[in-house]
DNA sequence: CTAAGGTATAGAGTGAACTCGAAGGTCAAG
DNA sequence: CTTGACCTTCGAGTTCACTCTATACCTTAG
């Protein structure tokens, strides 16, 4: 596949494609004689991977570290283990965090509902 | 409370202070006679507030706006609560997309876990 | 009174993650 | 064989969110 399609199959610009193969996040790019990216399919589920785990905090940087270890796993599969669980942690963390911030705003929410409310019976 | 006060009760830095100040996100601020400024005591959970939002992904603008219909819950009521419930909706989708990624790397991660043990096995 | 350390402003610098544009090679249609 | 839509690299520019520096004023202990 050419970058045109990987880019309209997931939304992220040629640009940015390129970006994140220099940054190590898209290794698996062959070329074809004329010198164009050719993507396998593989590639828009690696980029959504990748655009993901971004949407949640990470730095490329970090998502770089856990592809590396998910690549690596015939070499270093205790290794790999280890690292997911920690990015669980930190995703479990976060559900945590999301968790207790909806509640916040849910009160805040319903606060300013029953305000409106009294608003609008001193307008009638 | 001074602002080296703030920062310690935070782990925010003076400057980054001063800076969300001049982004809009800390309104009550006054000032000594020598110009020093001078924090209530609610500055530390609002910017707790600010901190936590933007680690859920929030940028400090979309913050700004949260805060600001919060602020203006006296005049506003009800666009308030909408745009609360809006923030709310995000942070629910973000939680749904967290959990689905918790599920993804926790099967990533046993199958490492297993592929380690099998190596382990052929060692012995 | 002085020295150390806290505070002020303004503005420059940083790093991450894009985002864009120029200059040029490739290709398929007409 | 040209036109237009692709593709390439490279390097500059942008935005965000800090982070730091310079310069200068304020405060408190010795």
């Known amino acids: 596949m050419k970058i045109s399609e990987l880019e309209q ?15 190590g996040l898209l290794l698996e790019v062959s070329r074809r004689g004329n010198n164009y990216r050719d993507y396998p399919e593989q590639a828009v589920k ?11 905090g990470f730095s490329l940087r970090e998502i770089f570290d856990v592809l590396d270890a998910l690549r690596k796993d015939t070499m270093d599969c205790a ?16 559900i945590a965090e ?9 009160e805040e929410q319903q606060q300013l ?9 001193q307008h009638q």
Chains 1, 2 share one sequence.
């Open 79 to 94: 290794q790999g283990a280890v690292l997911m669980a920690q990015k669980r942690a930190v995703v479990d963390a976060k």
């Open 46 to 56: 690696r980029v959504n991977m990748v655009r993901q785990l971004k949407d949640l």
């Open 9 to 23: 199959r997931t939304g992220v610009s040629r640009h940015t494609l390129r970006y994140y193969e220099k940054q």
């Open 98 to 106: 999301l968790e207790a911030l909806r509640v916040l705003l849910t």
């Open 113 to 121: 509902e029953r305000s409106a409310k009294e608003q609008d019976l």
